[in-house]
Nanobody, 129 residues
């Protein structure tokens, strides 16, 4: 079974940046579709960004983070990253790294909680002045 461990969350002022890391084991990142999800207080968990294993493969970003967040991976380090810039208070929440199930469904339709096979434990991001 895959294991995913997130780190890098914290308290940041609006307009600031954070870089989340997810160290994995039991996953070959060159083939895996992985993603970042978040859950704000009182809200359902939602997909923020997902990417397939191909270096030239599709990448999905939710409309709320497009242009501000960037997903990347380092297969040698077995890690997935989420660079978050120009953070806003509405970005506050628990952020989870996830391994998605294999599927032929297009990525933009698959970056959803019901497509997740394994979850990390989450890391808290708070954007506040």
């Amino acid at each position: 079974q895959a294991q995913l461990v997130e780190s890098g969350g914290g308290l940041v002022q609006p307009g600031g940046s954070l870089r989340l890391s997810c160290v994995t084991s039991g996953i070959y990142l060159g083939l895996a579709t992985v993603g970042w999800f978040r859950q704000a207080p009182g809200k359902e968990r939602e997909g923020v960004s997902c990417a397939t294993g191909r270096t030239d493969g599709p990448v999905y970003y939710s409309d709320s983070v497009k242009g501000r967040f960037t997903i990347s991976r380092d297969a040698a380090k077995r890690a997935v990253f989420l660079q978050m810039n120009d953070l806003k208070p509405e970005d506050t929440g628990a952020y989870f790294c996830a391994l998605l199930k294999g599927s032929i469904v297009p990525l933009q339709d698959r970056c959803k909680t019901n497509a997740v096979k394994d979850w990390g434990q989450g890391t808290q991001v708070t954007v506040s002045s």
